[in-house]
């Protein structure tokens, strides 16, 4: 098989996948309203659920009825007259609590721009994942509940000593301290502890019971968001070349016996979770970042999922309610958990639980894109520079694979040595194309070349170019990654096209090299000619990495191959002057 028909076959293969992820995203099931629930209770100090779901139900059988809300305290819940807004920041992060309830409901991640820092724009704004605005809204919320005691959920008032706190230099923690009383001597005091270079969030809930009867209830963490409105796009360029796109958003969970799993947004009313699960993770997905809850690896919990309505559209909810709680009276209880709000930075989330690592999802090219990552991790800590690790890889694969194309080129040279006689076969048989194979397969036995020398490496460079395609659009470490010049960021298209043209040039040359196919369809040989073209058009959506590695990869091959036809060329010119 020759190296044209390779292109093309890597081309369609190419095209076909990423139209397919484009109709998908576009034209594809999308998130559908969820039925209309009754109006929510706006606030309560007892475990009076909402009737939309967004507080959970207790676990505790037959409990007798809960009180009603005062009217006083749903007002105070509605206006948040009394809550506020506490601004946490370390190194990393930029956190914003609401008293209402305790709530995470603004983080900003401090090194990771939004866009990329230039000149004109030296500092810019950070990407902000949970939001508190109306179109964008994604918080973190925890509580307690109880079906007959107090208990402060999500939507209970909470008091802090503070509305600004601040990691200061030499410190390595920051506590933050929300508490909230009850009037029948029930406190909870609500710890939220960060670490400097850390995107983990320690949360410690501490229940004081101060009543004359033992408080029973649970705690749950909960991730609740809506599906914000598309990116807006400057130009046509940016819009298809937005690897965003083609990227997971959603929820994914963990657990050690069912492993990673995750649900699509237009699937929750569908396919709604519920598992108990002990060790694992919950998390809400999206492009290169992750926030997920980390309970305690020894905790039996349930998870589950619900789709909640709102005036700004459906909310989506994921849950992880822990086992019974209970506090004898003058006795101390607490129940803890982790949130980690970043980046999906692989090593890191391999230290922190069981299988978060898999929150990067290379999908089925896992196999494959999990060992380039690493390989690409490794070579980036000796050169530095994104660009060049590609490069350095690109060399490894074809050392590791030399083997298999030296056996291609060997065959390719050859069949170039037997064109005449092939075009002498073409003019005996004519259009009788049975006959044609015939011979030529007998030619090629009595030459001893292989035909199909060329299939392994086909094999091979097919799985890499998807698995490497994949690595760059999912690998937050290459988001943003400049490698020189003109290329700022390798995980997006080449702004000015260079690139491209570079390896449509790479693949002339190729083509010029590479010998004609005997009694290959005219209508094909036209096609092969605007192979070139259609690559370039192609690669100019794909990420400049991407298109890196190819220039790169097409040059070693270019240079294997002039060498093995030099080599081959200079044994027959020995041969023949033996023979003189």
């Not at 982790?338 to 090219?365: H, N, S």
């Not at 076969?425 to 030459?447: C, I, P, V």
């Not at 004609?516 to 096609?527: C, N």
């Not at 070693?556 to 023979?579: F, H």
Request: proline fraction near 8%; include cysteine; charged fraction near 15%.
């Amino acid at each position: 098989m020759n190296q044209t028909r390779t292109f093309l076959l890597l081309a369609l293969v190419a095209v076909t996948y990423l139209l397919w992820n484009a109709w998908e995203k576009d034209y594809g099931p999308q998130p559908a309203p969820p039925a209309v629930a009754g109006a929510a209770v706006a606030g309560s100090t007892h475990a009076a659920p909402a009737a939309d779901g967004s507080v959970p139900g207790a676990s505790v059988a037959a409990a007798p009825a809960v009180p009603a809300v005062p009217a006083s305290v749903a007002a105070d819940a509605i206006t948040g007259t009394k809550a506020q807004l506490v601004t946490v920041t370390t190194d990393v992060l930029r956190l914003t609590i609401d008293t209402r309830g305790g709530s995470l409901v603004r983080s900003e991640l401090l090194n990771y721009p939004v866009n990329p820092r230039t000149k004109r724009n030296p500092d810019p704004a950070p990407i902000r994942l949970l939001d508190d605005t109306g179109s964008h809204f994604f918080a973190a919320q925890d509580g307690l509940i109880s079906a007959t005691a107090p208990a402060p959920d999500h939507r209970a008032l909470f008091q802090s000593a503070q509305t600004s706190y601040t990691l200061a230099k030499g410190q390595d923690a920051l506590h933050v301290d929300l508490t909230w009383t009850d009037p029948s001597g029930l406190k909870v005091t609500k710890r939220y502890t960060l670490h400097r270079g850390s995107y983990v969030v320690d949360l410690s809930q501490q229940i004081t019971n101060g009543s004359a009867k033992p408080w029973t209830g649970n705690a749950y963490r909960q991730l609740q968001r809506v599906v914000p409105p598309p990116p807006v796009h400057s130009n046509f360029l940016a819009k298809f070349s937005d690897q965003s796109r083609y990227s997971f958003f959603g929820a994914a969970w963990y657990s050690p016996e069912h492993k990673f799993d995750k649900l699509a947004f237009d699937k929750f009313a569908k396919e709604p979770l519920n598992q108990p699960v002990t060790g694992g993770w919950l998390a809400m997905e999206q492009h290169y970042f992750v926030t997920a809850w980390l309970p305690p690896a020894n905790e039996a919990d349930t998870f589950s999922s619900a789709v909640i309505n709102d005036q700004n559209g459906p909310r989506y909810l994921v849950r992880d309610m822990s086992p019974a709680i209970t506090v004898a009276p003058g006795q101390t209880g607490s129940t803890d958990a982790r949130l980690y709000v970043g980046p999906k930075l692989r090593d890191r989330l391999a230290a922190l639980a069981p299988g978060f690592e898999l929150a990067l999802d290379y999908g089925i090219f896992s196999i494959v894109a999990s060992p380039l990552h690493w390989i690409l991790a490794h070579l980036h800590s000796l050169v530095g520079n994104w660009g060049f690790a590609i490069i350095l890889l690109v060399l490894l694969i074809n050392i590791a694979i030399y083997k298999l194309s030296e056996a291609q080129y060997v065959s390719a040279a050859r069949m170039r040595k037997l064109k005449p006689r092939m075009d002498a076969l073409k003019e005996r048989y004519g259009d009788d194309k049975q006959k044609m194979q015939q011979a030529m397969m007998e030619l090629y036995k009595k030459e001893k070349i292989n035909p199909v020398a060329g299939c392994l490496p086909i094999l091979i460079t097919i799985p890499i170019f998807f698995a490497l395609y994949t690595v760059l659009r999912e690998s937050v470490e290459l988001r943003q990654a400049p490698f020189v010049g003109w290329i700022h960021d390798l995980s997006a298209a080449d702004p000015y096209f260079v690139l491209p043209v570079l390896y449509m040039g790479v693949m002339l040359m190729t083509q010029w090299m590479m010998p004609t196919q005997p009694g290959m369809d005219p209508t094909q040989a036209k096609m092969m000619k605007f192979m070139p073209l259609m690559f370039g058009v192609m690669f100019a959506f794909f990420p400049a990495g991407l298109v890196l590695y190819y220039i790169v990869n097409g040059l070693c091959r270019l240079a294997q191959q002039w060498w093995v036809t030099r080599r081959i060329d200079r044994a027959e010119a020995a041969k023949a002057m033996a023979r003189s």
